[in-house]
């Protein structure tokens, strides 16, 4: 999914009073962390994961892995701070501005 500049900001936005609730660690990303990503994506839309410091994976890669398996879309990807977005399919709460 491509973002306009608005929507980005938008969702930069709601994500930036967010705290990480995924934390990718030195076992990097497993099948059964993506499962739970998926899981919190299905519920919440956007959510914001943290690369710790003993991860040695590129967070911009990791963040393109962990978007295509979720089929979710990244939003930004600042540091070591990453912002995942899809749409509810069933109940939207979040409405991007057009």
Do not use: W
């Amino acid at each position: 999914m491509e973002f306009t500049s608005k929507q980005r900001s938008y969702l930069k936005g709601l994500a930036s009073t967010e705290d990480a609730i995924f934390q990718i660690g030195k076992a990097s990303i497993t099948p059964t962390m993506i499962q739970a990503i998926d899981d919190a994506i299905e519920k919440r839309e956007l959510i914001k994961l943290s690369v710790l410091k003993n991860c040695m994976d590129d967070p911009r890669e990791l963040a393109d892995i962990i978007a295509e398996r979720t089929h979710s879309s990244v939003v930004i990807v600042i540091g070591k701070k990453i912002v995942l977005y899809r749409p509810n399919k069933k109940k939207p709460k979040i409405v991007l501005p057009k």
